[in-house]
C-alpha cells in the first residue's frame, strides 16, 4: 500500500497538477499510479514530464531509451518500475522478452545498446565516477557527445522515478514481474 495518497481520479488530484496530468493522459492514453502519485506536488509532476519530455526529443533512440529505464530499474530494484517498463518495453517500444530480460541484465544483444546499457549501469554503479576511458569505449561504439549526455540524463531521470516509487511504495498498476527473474 502507498505511504502516501494517490489521487482516484485527475479530477481529485491538486488543481495545479491538473493540466500536466491531462497532458499525460493525453499522450498515453491513461494515468498509472506514479503519475497521480506525484501529481500531490505539482512542481515533481511538473519536473518530471519536463525532464522525459525533453529526453524523448533527444537523439538517443526509444529501443535504447526503454533498455537504459530497465536496467536502472533492475539496478535500484524498483518493483514499479520494472514491471512499467516490461509493459511499455513489450507493447509500446516492441522490444522482445530476451531483450527485455537482457537489459534488466545490464546488456543487449544489440552492440550499439549494449555499449550504452552498460555504460548506463556503471554510471549508476560508480553514482558517475566512471573512468575516462568508460566514456572513450562509449564514444568508440559510435555515440556522440550529445548522446553521452542523454545516457547520463537517463540514469537520472530513471534513478528519480525509481526512488520515488521505492520511497513511496506506489501501488503496482502493470503487470507485476519478478525482480529477480531477469
Same mark, same amino acid.
Given at each position: 500500500?502507498?505511504?502516501?495518497?494517490?489521487?482516484?481520479?485527475?479530477e481529485?488530484a491538486?488543481?495545479a497538477?491538473?493540466?500536466?496530468?491531462?497532458? &499525460?493522459?493525453?499522450?498515453? @492514453?491513461?494515468?498509472?499510479?506514479?503519475?497521480?502519485?506525484?501529481?500531490?506536488?505539482p512542481?515533481?509532476l511538473?519536473?518530471?514530464?519536463? &525532464?522525459?519530455g525533453a529526453?524523448?526529443?533527444?537523439?538517443l533512440d526509444?529501443?535504447?531509451?526503454?533498455? &537504459?529505464a530497465?536496467?536502472?530499474a533492475?539496478?535500484?530494484?524498483c518493483?514499479y518500475?520494472?514491471?512499467?517498463h516490461?509493459?511499455?518495453g513489450?507493447?509500446?517500444?516492441?522490444?522482445?522478452l530476451?531483450? &527485455?530480460?537482457?537489459?534488466r541484465?545490464?546488456?543487449?544483444?544489440?552492440?550499439?545498446?549494449?555499449?550504452?546499457?552498460?555504460?548506463?549501469?556503471?554510471?549508476a554503479?560508480?553514482?558517475?565516477?566512471?573512468s575516462?576511458?568508460?566514456v572513450e @569505449?562509449?564514444?568508440?561504439?559510435?555515440?556522440d557527445d550529445?548522446?553521452?549526455l542523454?545516457?547520463?540524463?537517463?540514469?537520472?531521470?530513471?534513478t528519480f522515478?525509481?526512488?520515488?516509487?521505492?520511497?513511496f511504495?506506489?501501488?503496482v498498476?502493470?503487470?507485476?514481474?519478478?525482480r529477480?527473474?531477469?
Amino acid at each position: 500500500m502507498a505511504r502516501i495518497p494517490i489521487p482516484a481520479t485527475l479530477e481529485a488530484a491538486p488543481e495545479a497538477s491538473k493540466l500536466t496530468l491531462e497532458a &499525460i493522459k493525453k499522450q498515453i @492514453g491513461a494515468l498509472p499510479n506514479v503519475f497521480r502519485m506525484m501529481s500531490n506536488s505539482p512542481a515533481v509532476l511538473e519536473a518530471y514530464a519536463a &525532464i522525459n519530455g525533453a529526453l524523448g526529443k533527444g537523439k538517443l533512440d526509444k529501443k535504447i531509451r526503454e533498455r &537504459i529505464a530497465l536496467a536502472i530499474a533492475q539496478k535500484n530494484g524498483c518493483e514499479y518500475c520494472l514491471a512499467a517498463h516490461t509493459y511499455t518495453g513489450t507493447h509500446v517500444t516492441k522490444l522482445s522478452l530476451e531483450e &527485455i530480460a537482457a537489459a534488466r541484465r545490464g546488456g543487449s544483444s544489440e552492440a550499439r545498446a549494449d555499449a550504452a546499457v552498460k555504460f548506463a549501469v556503471r554510471v549508476a554503479e560508480a553514482r558517475g565516477g566512471v573512468s575516462e576511458q568508460e566514456v572513450e @569505449g562509449l564514444k568508440a561504439a559510435g555515440f556522440d557527445d550529445g548522446e553521452l549526455l542523454e545516457i547520463v540524463a537517463h540514469v537520472a531521470a530513471n534513478t528519480f522515478t525509481n526512488y520515488t516509487n521505492e520511497v513511496f511504495k506506489t501501488d503496482v498498476d502493470f503487470p507485476k514481474v519478478e525482480r529477480e527473474a531477469a
